[in-house]
């Protein structure tokens, strides 16, 4: 390799490192802008990314329109919600009529359970159960007794009903016109970019998809152990809905997984009947957790979507003050998508030496 092929291949490195900085700080401000209104766009955009190889093997395996299997798989998904939809939404609407109804009582039991039937000292005040749950229930009617506060419960409920409807509708649009809202994202890269952007791409879709199926995976995995758990072997009320809960929270790791085995636990406690049922608890807490994090979450995973559990906290930690719900979501993709243009970037100046 000559002088002056050094220096082009040289150039282009730099390039590339400018157009990859570029681009991910244009994403981070239309995020950030956008974060309040992207939720809808997000999750029918992850759900899309990931059934529409499966539209696209079906539309080439049978010659048939494409359209035809995007709202099939459409379908499908909404037959799928509506299920979820039927099991949890009775008992979590008793739940919350039991709370609401008796939210002083339900908050002193549970007050109970952590500090006893005593007194604890808490800032020169001696409190009891009865008394840190009267607090808490003031406080809450203070709350909802200032000006403007039912409104703004009223808005943030209307617009999470829209966001819901808004998620259908944009799914259902990903799924028909995927192929082309894709090739509309690259053409907004620069055309001599476009190469070192799709070699990016080449690395990083693999990954991301394995990811997203591999959480739902988890998910699914999480939601039946701990029915199984919690429902066929101690035996607690409202089982099936502990279950869904323990599923979902397992998408944000570390404190997603902490906050289901507190919630179940604390119904655990209130539940038991001796110490041996209170021991079964932590021994199917200490089995699922071991079960996830050992097994079933490395397999469908993988080393490749592997990311450091420092930096899960740090990417989750910082993702949620920026965007919120938006970056809680995103923070591992995120992640992933720097880790797989670093990667690239990187291979740059090994080319230089040949």
């Not at 829209?162 to 620069?190: M, R």
């Not at 791409?201 to 990811?211: G, S």
Request: charged share 10%; proline share 5%; glycine share 10%.
């Amino acid at each position: 390799m000559t002088q002056h092929q050094r220096h082009l291949r040289l150039g282009d490195a730099d390039r590339s490192t400018v157009v990859a900085i570029a681009i991910i700080a244009a994403v981070v401000v239309f995020v950030y802008l956008l974060r309040n209104i992207l939720i809808p766009f997000v999750f029918a955009g992850i759900i899309a990314y990931v059934c529409m190889p499966l539209v696209d093997a079906l539309a080439k395996r049978t010659r048939q329109p494409r359209w035809l299997f995007a709202m099939a798989v459409l379908l499908v998904l909404l037959a799928l919600a509506a299920l979820i939809g039927f099991l949890g939404a009775p008992p979590l609407a008793r739940e919350v009529t039991h709370v609401v109804g008796d939210l002083q009582g339900t908050l002193a039991t549970l007050t109970r359970q952590l500090i006893g039937n005593g007194q604890v000292t808490l800032l020169g005040n001696s409190i009891d159960a009865g008394s840190a749950a009267a607090y808490v229930v003031n406080g809450i009617r203070a709350w909802f007794g200032e000006s403007g506060t039912v409104g703004t419960v009223v808005s943030l409920g209307l617009a999470g009903l829209s966001g819901f409807v808004l998620s259908w509708v944009v799914l259902g649009y990903l799924l028909v016109g995927g192929p082309q809202v894709a090739e509309g994202l690259f053409w907004l890269v620069p055309p001599r970019s476009r190469p070192f952007v799709h070699r990016v791409w080449a690395d990083l879709d693999p990954i991301l998809r394995r990811y997203f199926i591999g959480v739902a995976l988890v998910v699914l995995y999480a939601s039946v152990v701990a029915y199984i758990g919690l429902g066929l072997i101690l035996g607690l009320h409202h089982a099936a809905f502990l279950a869904l809960v323990t599923g979902v929270l397992e998408v944000v790791p570390i404190v997603g997984p902490i906050g289901s085995a507190v919630l179940a636990g604390l119904v655990a406690v209130q539940e038991a009947r001796s110490s041996w049922s209170i021991l079964a608890y932590i021994a199917y807490a200490t089995v699922l957790r071991i079960s996830i994090d050992e097994f079933v979450g490395p397999i469908v995973l993988g080393r490749a979507a592997y990311v450091r559990p420092v930096l899960v906290m740090f990417s989750f930690l910082a993702g949620a003050v920026l965007f919120g719900v938006i970056g809680i979501v995103l923070a591992i993709p995120a992640a992933l998508t720097i880790k797989a243009t670093l990667a690239e970037l990187y291979k740059e100046p090994e080319a230089l030496t040949e």
